[in-house]
T-cell receptor, first 116, second 116 residues
Framework: QKEVEQDPGPLSVPEGAIVSLNCTYSNSAFQYFMWYRQYSRKGPELLMYTYSSGNKEDGRFTAQVDKSSKYISLFIRDSQPSDSATYLCAMSAPNAGGTSYGKLTFGQGTILTVHP | DTAVSQTPKYLVTQMGNDKSIKCEQNLGHDTMYWYKQDSKKFLKIMFSYNNKELIINETVPNRFSPKSPDKAHLNLHINSLELGDSAVYFC???????????????FGPGTRLLVL
């Protein structure tokens, strides 16, 4: 079983829809939670990051973390065709020394298509 | 003025060959990474260097050897290429590590390696 599970989709929605993307994880040491967006044939780019549990909003995007359920979500409101991409959740935990957060563990990515 | 650049973008080679991928970042970051993304879009960390020192070395075959001549460059050399090495390899950088987490990782455009 992978440490981070993400439904690969694909997910196809009409323009203007609310999109919900989710990941579950098994490692309770994860403390930082991120969502990356990857357009076709490009590198991933960071969309949102959240520390521990709670919500964070940035424009049309809202990230939620529920550490008790080991579940994170990304909501996209008023989705646009330009949101069509692969969305990857990523998480990090301290290393044995308790300092480094550099190692990201990614989900498989969800392919999202928003059609006009 | 690309932030993280990789060369080459595409690499097609025969099994058994040795090849190198180069990565450069002009962001002044201390930390650089190599990731492998397989055909199912699963992105997995391979190595990380901080100020030219190896800090993350995941379970990868020793045919893969990273080299960091200075903190702006991180190259990946692969010996005796195998069919299973076919993937997209991403370089990334972050300002630093170990300062409390959440350091954004900036990804390069990827190098698409096909081993025949």
């Amino acid at each position: 079983q992978k440490e981070v599970e993400q439904d690969p989709g694909p997910l196809s929605v009409p323009e203007g829809a609310i999109v919900s993307l989710n990941c579950t994880y098994s490692n309770s040491a994860f403390q930082y939670f991120m969502w990356y967006r990857q357009y076709s044939r490009k590198g991933p780019e960071l969309l949102m990051y959240t520390y521990s549990s709670g919500n964070k909003e940035d424009g049309r995007f809202t990230a939620q973390v529920d550490k008790s359920s080991k579940y994170i979500s990304l909501f996209i409101r008023d989705s646009q065709p330009s949101d069509s991409a692969t969305y990857l959740c990523a998480m990090s935990a301290p290393n044995a020394g308790g300092t480094s957060y550099g190692k990201l563990t990614f989900g498989q990515g969800t392919i999202l298509t928003v059609h006009p | 003025d690309t932030a993280v650049s990789q060369t080459p973008k595409y690499l097609v080679t025969q099994m058994g060959n040795d090849k190198s991928i180069k990565c450069e970042q002009n962001l002044g970051h201390d930390t650089m990474y190599w990731y492998k993304q397989d055909s199912k879009k699963f992105l997995k960390i391979m190595f990380s260097y901080n100020n030219k020192e190896l800090i993350i070395n995941e379970t990868v075959p020793n045919r893969f050897s990273p080299k960091s001549p200075d903190k702006a460059h991180l190259n990946l050399h692969i010996n005796s290429l195998e069919l299973g090495d076919s993937a997209v390899y991403f370089c990334a950088s972050s300002q630093t590590i170990g300062t409390g987490g959440g350091e954004t990782q900036y990804f390069g455009p990827g190098t698409r390696l096909l081993v025949l």
